[in-house]
């Protein structure tokens, strides 16, 4: 089957995509009966679409009020300093805080939007004074309290 110009996949590699992203834990063979190729034939192709990173990482999502950490809050930050070096150190920073679930670095008015996991508001007030205050290179931050979470991690149109 040919591979299409932009992605380099096929409609079998996207078909597959799109099974995966419900449910990567589908049989093989459940998914080769789905789009009509053998189950070597699929393994093959999910172990290429993981080797190419087309397929990051196959993870469990847990319900974050079902373990205690309840509050999803979004920040807004805006860095003080625009050098690469300071940048690259708040990415680090943030790439290592176990709170911060999802980091955008962004144009326009602000840096970075972080989506952070904390189990009260007391914990929230913890991570900014290590994240924002004592960490240096924040000119400002605002936070966004989540009141329901309506979708997460929704599969990419492919």
């Given at each position: 089957m040919a591979r299409t110009l932009a992605t380099g996949l096929d409609a079998f590699d996207?078909?597959?995509l799109q099974l995966v992203q419900q449910n990567n834990q589908t049989p093989q063979r459940v998914i080769a009966e789905r789009i009509g190729l053998s189950p070597p034939a699929v393994a093959r192709r999910l172990q290429h679409?993981?080797?190419a990173r087309v397929i990051r990482s196959d993870i469990s999502v847990l319900d974050e009020a079902a373990i205690g950490r309840p509050l999803t809050i979004i920040?807004?930050?805006a860095a003080d300093n625009e050098r690469l070096d300071l940048l690259d150190g708040m990415k680090d920073r943030f790439n290592r805080c176990p709170q911060v679930q999802q980091c955008y670095y962004v144009t326009g008015e602000i840096d970075f939007v972080l989506i952070v996991n904390v189990r009260d508001m007391a914990e929230y007030n913890e991570l900014t004074r290590a994240l924002?205050?004592?960490g240096g290179?924040?000119?400002s931050f605002r936070t966004c309290v989540s009141m329901e979470n309506v979708k997460t991690y929704g599969p990419i149109p492919v």
């Open positions: 996207l078909k597959i679409l993981r080797d920040v807004h930050v924002f205050f004592e290179n924040v000119r």
